[in-house]
């Protein structure tokens, strides 16, 4: 039986690890070939192998989604090795500065983060859409979270950039439905990432806990949960939902 993504590339940002790592391996188990993009070149030839040995087809590109030639070279490498592009996932984000009151909130940091998950997302929509236009349509997944968007953020300069993420997948899912191409912004609650993790840590380091075990209580949820609703999202059985997702 087919995959839901058979013949379908996909190109991922952040595809080394966490969400985008699992997304990688979901989306090729699916019959996607995958351009996995990242700064993270030893995880992320670490998915490309774990893909190829279960018979997937994937290549690696070192993208730092804040510099625009390199994201115009992102999207090239999809139509250079595959021929066409359907799919974009924008998982590439940090988080920084958490648990800091915002008089103390260092201008540096708020930057740096704005710029890696907000400019880096529009950056890669930017040079994947002429592609996506070309191959007749798509689907575009940009990792947004419910920070900033239904609640707050134990970062100041994280929930505001997760805030700017859903609020760019709002300005463009109309313009680019004319061009068949749906787009969506998912939220995913508290998923077991490097980041998360890191950030439970700060959590308790800051109210004086321990933290390995405030990691031990908190329930992350597994980045694979993510990526098979991302799958179905990309697919055709997917076709009928609209907007914003919300996920555990």
Known sequence: MAGWLEGKVALI???????????????????????????????????????????????FVRTDVTNEDECRAMGQ??????????????????????????????????????????????????????????????????????AGVTGGSSSIAYGTSKAGVHGFVKCIEGSLQRDNIRVHAVCPGSVDTPLKRENVRDGARAAGRDPDLALANASLVAPEGIAGVLAFLASEQGSYIRGTVFTR
């Open 13 to 59: 940002t952040g595809g080394a690890r966490g969400i985008g790592g699992a997304t990688a391996v979901r989306f090729a188990s699916e019959g996607a070939m995958v351009i996995v993009a990242d700064l993270l070149g030893s995880e992320g030839n670490e998915t490309i192998q774990t893909i190829s040995a279960a018979g997937g087809e994937a290549h």
């Open 77 to 146: 490498a999809a139509m250079d090795r595959f021929g066409k592009l359907d799919i974009v996932v924008t998982c590439a984000g940090i988080l920084q500065g958490a648990f800091t009151d915002i008089t103390d909130f260092d201008v540096d940091t708020f930057v740096r983060v704005q710029d890696i998950n907000v400019r880096g997302t529009f950056l890669s929509i930017k040079h994947a859409v002429p592609h996506l236009r070309q191959s007749g349509g798509g689907t575009v997944i940009c990792i947004s979270s419910g």
